[in-house]
């Protein structure tokens, strides 16, 4: 008896798990086990499909000049923004982490560019801002300065992008503001006793205790970063002389613009697996700066 109805919950549970099982194998598992087998074809969704073994990989790191220079885009890009947007929350963080009256409505304010994150409309506020006559122009002639051509100049472009992937700092921030409450009061107690200032304070207690969040956001954000698409499509299309042109959008060019599929998922491949280096080397780094429970 006892047997059956704990059967007949077992059921139950399947059945409430079917459409997470459903969507899971049609949307995640399939398209990513179908982009890998393409990858080894010339697949460009009208004609015959060839095998083509690693050829489409070959191709990439021999021939594609313009997937090198993707790629050196892209990791730039990742190694720009990263660290300072993490820096950037972790300070405003530490900046919101008290009491005062009308912190929330400050905290709220911080985080609302996050709520848009990587959205289109935002992507064309930052170039509206910083076209050749937008705003950030208007306010450098106001005060007698020369104009600066933030998404015309090669030298420029990529930073202005990088800048609005560190503005919409609030996700992380909203999270190191929540491993901060978690720090004991008790640890700073004794540390000023022991005469330790707010800098020894923040690397020998502070930066310890929030450690793992901190590991988490970088993973997090590095992966954002490596997949970035959508600002270097609205804002610049790649350009000027495809000093924004990342590997999302070389991708995005030669699947559904040029209908190279099978050559378009071989560069979702090099996008996974240099995904998947960066958070290899992360989590062999832990080991020397990530501290859990008793190891603080």
Known sequence: MRKAVFRKRENKAYLYLLPWIIGMLVFQLYPFITSFMYSLTDYNAFGKMNFLGLGNYARLFTKDAEFKNSLKVTVIYAICTVPCKIVM?????????????????????YYLPSLFGGSIAVAILWK?????????NEIIRIFGGSTVSFLGDPKTALPTLS????WQFGASMVMFLAALK??????????SIDGAGKVKSFFHITFPQISPIVFFCIIMQTINALQNFTSAFVITAGGPLKATYMLGLKLYNDGFLYFKMGYASATSWIIFLLILAATLLLFLSSKYWVFYGDET
């Open 182 to 191: 978690q720090v004991p009061q008790s640890l700073y107690d004794a540390a």
């Open 163 to 166: 800048s609005l992937e560190v």
């Open 89 to 109: 929350s972790l300070i405003i963080a530490l900046l919101l982490n008290n009491s005062r009256k009308g912190i929330g409505i400050l905290r709220t304010i």
């Open 128 to 136: 509206l801002l910083f076209m050749d006559n937008g705003l950030v």
